[in-house]
């Protein structure tokens, strides 16, 4: 629901980083609102390669990850 979105947080990256990176844990940061790869779903993101380059405090979504 949209009101659940607002209160969820999403994955974001603390600094731009190009296509390629490797994400680690120490690169993510967590921000309202769950509209992007939620912060439970972490686990299917580290070690996963950028499939875009990806500007810091962007939501991450499922096309910005190899793999997803």
């Not at 993510?28 to 810091?56: M, Q, Y």
């Amino acid at each position: 629901s949209s009101t659940r979105s607002l209160f969820n947080k999403s994955i974001a990256l603390k600094e731009d980083q190009p296509a390629g990176t490797v994400l680690t844990e120490s690169m993510l940061t967590f921000k309202k609102p769950g509209t992007g790869i939620l912060r439970s779903e972490l686990d299917k993101v580290l070690g996963k390669r950028l499939a875009n380059d990806v500007c810091a405090n962007k939501l991450l979504r499922k096309e910005d990850i190899v793999g997803f």
